[in-house]
Nanobody
């Protein structure tokens, strides 16, 4: 089973940028739908971004739309989330998630719920504060 590990979190000032990475333990990540979620203190887990297995579809949560980009690096068995113009309300633990999706079900018409993803990382903390 694919194991995922996030990196790239940290403390950043408002208006700054971060690039989160998710390293997969196995190859063939190109056959997976990929996603990022986040969980702020006292809140439920929220979908941030997803990309379909074909890479033709990308969707973003309303809270980060226009400020974030999800991308896949199949050669490195990794995927990333670029976050720009960060705000204090972006403070959260960010999780990467994947699921094998040869049937092309996920991230086709919008963000898929967390229940659709079977592989999860442990999370990386992002804190936006001056």
């Amino acid at each position: 089973q694919v194991q995922l590990k996030e990196s790239g979190g940290g403390l950043v000032q408002p208006g700054g940028s971060l690039r989160l990475s998710c390293a997969a333990s196995e190859q063939n990540i190109e056959y997976y739908a990929i996603a990022w979620f986040r969980q702020a203190p006292g809140k439920g887990r929220e979908g941030v971004a997803c990309q379909s297995m074909s890479d033709r579809n990308q969707y973003y949560g309303d809270s980060v739309k226009g400020r974030s980009t999800i991308s896949r690096d199949s050669a490195e068995n990794a995927f990333h989330l670029q976050l720009n113009s960060l705000k204090p309300e972006d403070t959260a633990v960010y999780y990467c998630a994947t699921d094998p999706d040869v049937l092309m079900r996920l991230c086709i018409h919008g963000l898929a719920p967390e229940s659709e993803y079977s592989r999860w990382g442990q999370g990386t903390q992002v804190t936006v504060s001056s």
